[in-house]
């Protein structure tokens, strides 16, 4: 039973690593990314869908990100979905193709993505130590229903904080190399 507990526990924690991935993905490091424009909702006929369901996205070179609706009459519509979501970037419409270009971040723009890296980790550290709080709670619970023993809640509580440094660990791991990427140029 109290495998189960850590079982769960680990679980949420890697969930919680994993958000924080891909919280980062949305970061720009002056390169071009697909990740950049993830969270674009274009109005396609009255319904919010998805940029990549409407349109073909590529990379064609590290500065530049192409988009390609499958529907000419739907240009604008991306367009204005683009500038509404606040990525800082101005698409150039070409009348077939929409251009984003990426450009080269300011030293102040990086320090400023640097701090919001930071916060975000600082958000899922705050969910694992948010995990690791439930998980003990349920070990100090199963002890006293006397499902387990004293020193077994004492066992299960190590090994929730081992899965707590571990994970609070692999999270400071990626803010690390992404704010080195951030302040390479």
Wanted: charged letters at 30%.
């Amino acid at each position: 039973m109290s495998d189960d507990v850590l079982k769960e526990t680990k679980n949420r924690m890697q969930d919680a690593t994993e958000a924080f991935k891909h919280s980062l993905t949305k970061l720009r490091t002056g390169r071009a990314s697909l990740a950049l424009v993830d969270g674009v909702v274009v109005d396609y006929y009255g319904s919010a869908t998805p940029l990549n369901q409407v349109a073909s996205l590529s990379v064609p070179d590290p500065t530049t990100i192409t988009i390609a609706p499958w529907e000419p009459g739907i240009l604008g519509n991306i367009e204005k979905a683009i500038l509404k979501s606040n990525l800082g970037l101005t698409p150039n419409n070409d009348g077939k193709v929409i251009r984003l270009n990426i450009p080269p971040l300011t030293e102040e723009r990086r320090r400023d993505l640097v701090k919001i890296a930071q916060g975000d980790a600082e958000s899922a550290r705050n969910q694992i130590r948010q995990v690791r709080r439930e998980g003990n709670d349920r070990f100090k619970q199963m002890e006293k229903d006397k499902e387990i023993s004293e020193d077994q809640m004492h066992d299960g509580q190590e090994g929730v904080q081992k899965l707590t440094d571990t994970y609070v660990g692999k999270i400071n791991e990626i803010l690390k190399k992404k704010e080195s990427e951030i302040l390479e140029v």
